[in-house]
């Protein structure tokens, strides 16, 4: 049976590493027998630059190496955590970077695939930051800093960002639910699949041409998600433990 997978929202951490393990444990289980696997944004929590060569990082990219020269097929979106992700970096692990909103056909059933950072149009601050971080002059004067100094960079920022989303309402912090019906009517589509809310679900979305489906990964804590697609069922949203 030919199938693929979807993850998002690791936030792979030396802090925690379970859930590194976690997911060799899945890359080793699917390697050479998925089609292909799709990491849709927020791999790490914080990721600085391709050239951050620390040990944790090349134990993350030899475990997708080894997934990739099995003859799987692996691509990765950017997240909000890690939106400095680069060529280098995929290249490295053997796949390649897709951008928002890519459109991929799932054994006949076409969807979008998202982030989901960018349908929050309520979070309008994180707006404003999302297009200042993903300007390339700004990226590029990041990059040419210090390695250390962007380490010290990136944690203000972890800390800025917990500080303004304990402070916000709840429906700010979720999809805007027209710009998801927007995204998929632009893209012609009856299916989304996005991660970044930390609220793993699957939504009937109305369009004019029918009712579409919004597919929620979830972050990895004590569980992990995934979302299979396969050219039996179609698309199912699945959870698994992290030892």
């Given at each position: 049976?030919?199938?693929?997978?979807?993850?998002?929202d690791?936030?792979?951490d030396?802090?925690r590493?379970?859930h590194?393990?976690?997911?060799?444990k899945?890359l080793a289980?699917?390697?050479g027998k998925?089609?292909a696997?799709?990491?849709?944004?927020?791999?790490?929590?914080?990721?600085i630059?391709?050239?951050?060569?620390?040990?944790f990082?090349l134990?993350?990219i030899?475990a997708f190496?080894q997934?990739?020269?099995?003859g799987s097929?692996l691509y990765?979106?950017?997240?909000?955590r890690d939106?400095m992700?680069?060529?280098?970096?995929a290249a490295?692990c053997?796949g390649?970077?897709l951008g928002?909103?890519?459109?991929?056909d799932?054994?006949?059933?076409?969807?979008?695939?998202m982030h989901?950072?960018?349908l929050?149009?309520?979070?309008?601050a994180?707006?404003?930051?999302?297009?200042?971080a993903?300007d390339?002059?700004w990226?590029?004067?990041?990059?040419a800093k210090?390695?250390?100094?962007?380490r010290m960079?990136a944690?203000?920022?972890?800390?800025?960002?917990q500080?303004n989303n304990?402070?916000?309402a709840?429906n700010?912090m979720d999809?805007t639910p027209q710009?998801?019906?927007?995204?998929?009517?632009?893209?012609?589509?009856q299916?989304l699949?996005?991660g970044?809310t930390?609220?793993p679900d699957?939504?009937?979305?109305?369009?004019p041409?029918?009712?579409?489906?919004?597919?929620?990964?979830?972050d990895?804590?004590?569980?992990g998600?995934?979302?299979?697609?396969?050219s039996?069922?179609?698309l199912?949203?699945e959870s698994?433990?992290?030892?």
């Amino acid at each position: 049976m030919s199938y693929s997978l979807f993850i998002s929202d690791l936030h792979l951490d030396p802090a925690r590493p379970e859930h590194l393990d976690g997911l060799k444990k899945l890359l080793a289980q699917h390697a050479g027998k998925a089609d292909a696997l799709y990491v849709l944004g927020d791999l790490f929590e914080a990721w600085i630059g391709d050239d951050d060569d620390t040990p944790f990082n090349l134990e993350a990219i030899a475990a997708f190496r080894q997934f990739s020269d099995s003859g799987s097929k692996l691509y990765f979106m950017h997240g909000n955590r890690d939106f400095m992700l680069g060529n280098d970096f995929a290249a490295a692990c053997g796949g390649t970077l897709l951008g928002e909103g890519t459109v991929v056909d799932l054994y006949g059933t076409a969807a979008i695939l998202m982030h989901g950072d960018s349908l929050c149009t309520l979070d309008t601050a994180y707006q404003q930051f999302r297009t200042m971080a993903r300007d390339p002059q700004w990226q590029q004067g990041m990059l040419a800093k210090p390695l250390e100094e962007r380490r010290m960079i990136a944690q203000g920022m972890r800390m800025q960002s917990q500080g303004n989303n304990a402070n916000k309402a709840e429906n700010i912090m979720d999809v805007t639910p027209q710009e998801v019906v927007r995204e998929m009517q632009e893209a012609g589509v009856q299916h989304l699949i996005h991660g970044h809310t930390h609220r793993p679900d699957v939504h009937d979305i109305a369009l004019p041409e029918g009712t579409g489906k919004r597919w929620v990964l979830g972050d990895w804590g004590e569980l992990g998600w995934q979302i299979v697609a396969d050219s039996k069922t179609g698309l199912t949203l699945e959870s698994f433990e992290i030892s």
